[in-house]
């Protein structure tokens, strides 16, 4: 059995309102599909806003989606 090859990442930063600096980690998760990687970024829309998502290199087209822009991005499921 074959692993899908990742094509898609979403990186995203949960903020906790209990720590006192500004800076957050970032995680990134990675995604065979961008249906997956769209479902994915849609149940973290109500934890946090600042979610990034896009293909990975080398895979054409190159696709960026700017946290802006995820909202919108998750809506044509």
């Known amino acids: 059995m074959r692993a899908e ?3 898609w ?3 995203f930063a949960l903020h906790d ?3 006192s600096h ?3 980690p970032r995680q990134t998760r990675t995604f065979p599909s ?3 990687a ?3 970024a849609s149940s973290l829309l ?3 806003p600042d979610i990034a998502a896009g293909t990975i290199n080398p895979h054409l087209p190159r ?3 700017a946290p802006a822009a995820i909202a919108a991005w998750v809506g044509d499921l």
């Open 5 to 7: 090859k990742a094509i």
């Open 9 to 11: 990442f979403v990186s």
């Open 17 to 19: 309102a209990n720590v």
């Open 22 to 24: 500004k800076r957050f």
């Open 34 to 36: 961008e249906q997956q």
């Open 38 to 40: 769209k479902a994915f």
């Open 46 to 48: 109500e934890q946090t």
């Open 63 to 65: 696709r960026i989606i």
